[in-house]
């Protein structure tokens, strides 16, 4: 299945690697959003799919500006600048409030999607520069198939840790939802939140939900932002890829 001689190429290791980190985030992040936006905010399917397309946009507008870098500036430097995009993005990310507008939704999205289109293109550039032709489809394959592995763990884990933190956060923000507390009082508990009836206290509940949810929201986005910091660091580990020597001078 998998060919030993693609073990001893260290590009293509690392590369592979960091394309597995990296689907991480890339898929975790479209997993998320249009949840959050839909089941918080209560965004309709048409405008979540409007404020998260300048995503695709700014893959786009990366892709074509690194065609033209590429060649010309290290490629390693190219991707530690896309990487530090998406991080800067995934930063914004953690500031999200159950209030805000789109102008953050769109902003971070933009920008996180300019940043993956800093990593793409000069990504497989690099990994695949010192491979041999002969194994070329074969790394070609094991690469895209590990992109698609670390977004299938990526969405699990932010999954499992958006239900476990929205239930430890709701614990948390519910010990202090009791009648001894003046704070849980009117005039400082509005309607239609009451710890006296049911309707009440149903929609107290829901609302410590629905901040719970954001909280664990935000601590996806966090994990999502560490992960690309601590991945930047094997950029190191590539070797630059070599330019094609020019043509023999004539005799």
């Not at 394309?19 to 965004?43: E, H, K, V």
């Not at 507008?61 to 800067?88: E, K, N, Q, W, Y």
């Not at 990593?119 to 394959?141: D, E, M, Y």
Request: glycine fraction near 8%.
């Amino acid at each position: 299945f998998l060919n030993r001689k693609l073990l001893k190429d260290k590009n293509c290791m690392i590369g592979t690697l960091l394309m597995f980190l990296i689907g991480m985030p890339l898929y975790g992040t479209m997993t998320l959003l249009p949840l959050m936006l839909q089941n918080l905010m209560n965004y309709p399917v048409v405008t979540t799919g409007l404020v998260t397309a300048p995503r695709g946009i700014g893959t786009m507008m990366a892709m074509i500006l690194c065609a033209r870098l590429i060649g010309r500036v290290d490629t390693r430097l190219v991707i530690m600048t896309g990487l530090a995009l998406t991080a800067i993005a995934l930063w914004q990310m953690t500031g999200f409030t159950t209030q805000m507008g789109m102008g953050p939704i769109i902003v971070s999205g933009l920008l996180q999607g300019f940043g993956l289109g800093f990593v793409f293109t000069p990504l497989s550039t690099v990994t695949f520069s010192t491979l041999p032709r002969n194994i070329l489809t074969q790394g070609t394959a094991v690469f895209s198939l590990m992109r698609n592995v670390g977004g299938s763990i990526g969405i699990s884990i932010v999954i499992a840790l958006l239900a476990e933190n929205t239930q430890i956060v709701h614990s948390r923000l519910v010990e202090h939802l009791r009648p001894d507390n003046p704070l849980a009082q009117a005039p400082f508990l509005t309607q239609p939140f009451s710890l006296t009836n049911p309707s009440g206290i149903a929609a107290l509940n829901a609302e410590a939900t629905r901040q719970a949810a954001m909280v664990a929201y935000i601590n996806d986005f966090k994990l999502m932002m560490l992960l690309v910091i601590l991945s930047a660091p094997l950029l190191l580990l590539l070797r630059s890829p070599r330019r094609a020597a020019g043509p023999a001078p004539a005799a």
